[in-house]
């Protein structure tokens, strides 16, 4: 097929590293393997950082023309098979594609829709209704997490979702890591405001109760939060900590093979690619049963999961891999095959290919 692809939030090509520009990459990645040719045909970012009128026009006015521009460019050559949205949600809907799709009657499809009845309290009324109407137009739904299957379920009811479970490239992890420190943690996660700086705060903290023991923790990631995540380490002896700031995508393989275990608490994680990553590479994950951890750690086998704000459980946690080289290894053989036999691209393409083909011949055959 010919697909259109749009991520509102943040195309492919924006200059920031996030776990929204990884999926989308991965998403076409995925895709052109399975010998699809898949286009970004916007790059406009609906982003709205407040609900406001004048920030609402303005985005409405900028996506008009964006339809108007394709539209154009579309009656000149031809339209895609299919459009595919990745991530609309109330602060990023999608205005291009949905109406697109139904201006042209060509099949739609979402990746990670995600709704939230509360933010229809908060000035976002607006933007969360053109999101259920997007949802419930679309061919497939795609969920990542059953928490975002619920939601969509509960304000769109007759909306066809499927689950597709979060998954990397493998590839890079394929060779077998070598034998590596079991006591030199690793976390690898954006320095910012929120539920990343909670997190750290967290960690700092429960790593505070393990001074008794001999690890060393390495952190790769930046933000404009940076000398405040560093504050909160600063009680640590220096030989400790390893600050690497940003890493390079091309690194992580390597950064991660040299770690014996992955710590991050995982404070709102949507359900975080770094995790699936850490096990890729072989390392046990220690972090919170919150939000969609659940979706892509199995507690008690390819990590421990402990309850949400309970610092002293995790500090546990931790300190069980450090002390149980039996318990460590067995979690990290089972991380390794956990990702590779049920997290692929390749996983990820048979469940594309399967629902794109089955919206397509559905059309067909309604025409």
């Known amino acids: 097929m010919n697909i259109a692809f749009y991520a509102p939030l943040k195309p492919p090509d924006h200059p920031v590293p996030s776990g929204d520009r990884q999926m989308a990459r991965l ?5 052109t393997s399975a010998g699809h040719a898949v286009e970004v045909t916007s790059t406009l970012r609906s982003f709205l950082p407040d609900p406001s009128a004048k920030a609402v026009a303005d985005l409405e006015a900028k996506a ?8 154009g460019h579309w009656q000149r050559t031809a339209e895609p098979d299919f459009w595919l949205t990745y991530h609309p949600y109330y602060k990023a809907p999608d205005l291009v594609g949905a109406a697109l799709a139904s201006a042209f009657r060509i099949p739609y499809a979402t990746v990670e829709a995600s709704y939230s009845s509360r933010r229809n309290t908060d000035g976002w009324a607006m933007t969360q209704a053109r999101l259920v109407e997007a949802v419930a137009m679309a061919d497939v739904n795609f969920c990542f997490t059953q928490r975002d299957r619920a939601g969509l379920a509960a304000t769109a009811p007759h909306a066809k979702l499927e689950m597709l479970p979060p998954f990397i490239d493998t590839a890079p992890y394929a060779p077998l890591p070598k034998p590596s420190p079991p006591r030199r943690l690793v976390s690898v996660a954006m320095m910012r405001k929120g539920d990343k700086f909670d997190s750290f705060k967290m960690l700092a903290d429960a790593l505070s109760m393990l001074l008794d023991l001999p ?4 952190i790769a990631g930046d933000g404009n939060e940076r000398e405040a ?5 600063a009680s640590f002896p220096a030989e400790r900590i ?8 091309d690194q992580v393989p390597r950064l991660l093979q040299g770690g014996g275990i992955y710590v991050w608490p995982g404070s709102g994680e949507a ?5 699936l990553e850490a096990q890729a590479a072989g390392l ?5 049963d919150t939000a969609g951890v659940p979706e892509v750690v199995q507690n ?3 990590g421990i999961l402990t309850r949400q704000g309970d610092i002293e459980e995790f500090a546990m946690a931790v300190r069980r891999l450090l002390a149980s080289n039996e318990d460590r290894q067995r979690m990290a053989a089972a991380a390794r095959q956990f990702v590779f036999t049920e997290r692929s691209v390749q996983q990820a393409a048979q469940v594309l290919n399967r629902e794109l083909e089955r919206s397509l011949t559905r059309r067909h055959n309604e025409q």
């Open 229 to 233: 995540v560093k504050q909160l380490f």
């Open 271 to 275: 359900y975080g690619l770094a995790y």
């Open 284 to 288: 046990p994950v220690v972090a919170q």
């Open 300 to 302: 008690g086998v390819t």
């Open 215 to 218: 690890w060393t923790l390495t």
């Open 27 to 31: 998403l076409i990645q995925t895709l």
């Open 64 to 71: 008009l023309a964006e339809v108007e521009r394709i539209s």
């Open 242 to 249: 390893e600050w690497l700031g940003q890493v390079d995508p």
